[in-house]
């Protein structure tokens, strides 16, 4: 049989039934919540929430598992006809998703046929095409993921981050994970002195041995401090009273060094650099992150060249970067130009440097754009 699921709606609205609380006074209430087991498919888990209108279903509606692809479809979005709502639950019938119907024609070069969705023995259980209750503007490399995603922001003692928008990538992504699949941590970091540095990382080694026992898909670090505005080089902390700086690569090996060990178990890792153009206009700083950057095996890192960078501008870049490339599983290399086309008022600001180490991630969808 086709087989499907369920996941809690991210929609604020809906039906309900009205109940009168009992407001103090002996009464007893309790709640019963249902969370589904997680669904797994030979190499695959199943997306969370359907991939044309990105909820989840309850009630009446579930989620139809594609047989070919981690994707799912929700019984509003595809009109099954009541004449066959129960053959598509039939025994050994499989589900192609709409995306995987149409990579499938382009791929084989076959002439365009109408999408039938459900099969039984490789022919299709519907007499008629199966309609779509949307249009659907995806690119056939797109799912709805919820795989693991751990969001650390190294952050310099005393640096102002009320507009940060890495926080708020964060926030963004939280309606995404029903199953606690991210977490978020903000570490302030103040290596000006040797002694500091030993502080760092012994703290780090703890907070890196809890995280350890999840297997990260995605790790994403934000550092945001200060640059010397001719060298280049980030600012590391205090020494006494006064603000310090080191060289990019040391600083990255200081920094990213108790997280090595989960940057390397991770498929993708990527780094975002919020701090001022100095560090990548002056061109020694520059060599020193690039190469820093791929010692560290980091997949990507993105950096800004204004002379007064403010990070508050790259929200939108932000946020196009967790929805296509976290989210939607498209590589960063063929994410980058929607990503700038979603922040185009970002290019007033600043350029925005891509430095890429890694080729889309095995097992990536094929990249085939949907009309």
Known sequence: MARTKQTVRKATGGSAGRVKLLIGGDGNSSAV??????????????????????????????????????????????????????????????????????????????????????????????????????ALEINVTSQLSSDTLLFVHLTLVDYDTNDSSFELGHQFLLPYFPHAGMQYHKVTFDIGTASKVKTYRNSMAALVGKLSSTAWSHVVFGIS???????????????????????????????????????????????????????????????????????HGISAAMAFNAV??????????????????????????????????????LGRHSDILLDSFSPPPLGQLPATAVP
């Open 33 to 134: 919540g249902r969370q589904d087991a997680v669904e797994v498919c030979e190499g695959f888990r199943h997306n969370d929430y359907c991939i044309i209108c990105r909820d989840g279903s309850v009630d009446d509606d579930v989620l139809v598992l594609c047989d070919e692809c981690p994707r799912v479809v929700c019984t509003h979005c595809v009109m099954i006809p009541l004449a066959f709502a129960q053959a598509v639950l039939a025994p050994h019938v499989t589900f192609r998703c709409i995306c995987c119907h149409i990579a499938g024609q382009r791929q084989g070069g076959n002439a365009l046929t109408p999408y039938l969705g459900f099969y039984r023995n490789n022919k299709p259980v519907l007499d008629s095409f199966l309609p779509i209750r949307a």
């Open 308 to 345: 007064h960078f403010q990070p508050s501008f790259s929200a939108h870049l932000l946020l196009a970067f967790c929805e296509l490339v976290l989210i939607q599983r498209v590589s960063i290399q063929q994410a980058f130009p929607d990503m700038l086309g979603q922040s185009y008022k």
């Open 225 to 295: 401090n200060h640059t010397d505005n001719s060298s280049g080089d980030p600012y590391v902390g205090y020494e006494r009273k006064t603000y310090v700086v080191t060289p990019v690569h040391d600083f990255l090996a200081i920094i990213l060094g108790p997280w090595q060990g989960l940057i390397n178990k991770a498929p993708e890792s990527f780094l975002w650099l919020f701090s001022c153009g100095a560090l990548v206009n002056n061109p020694a700083s520059f060599a020193n992150l690039h190469a820093s950057v791929a010692l």
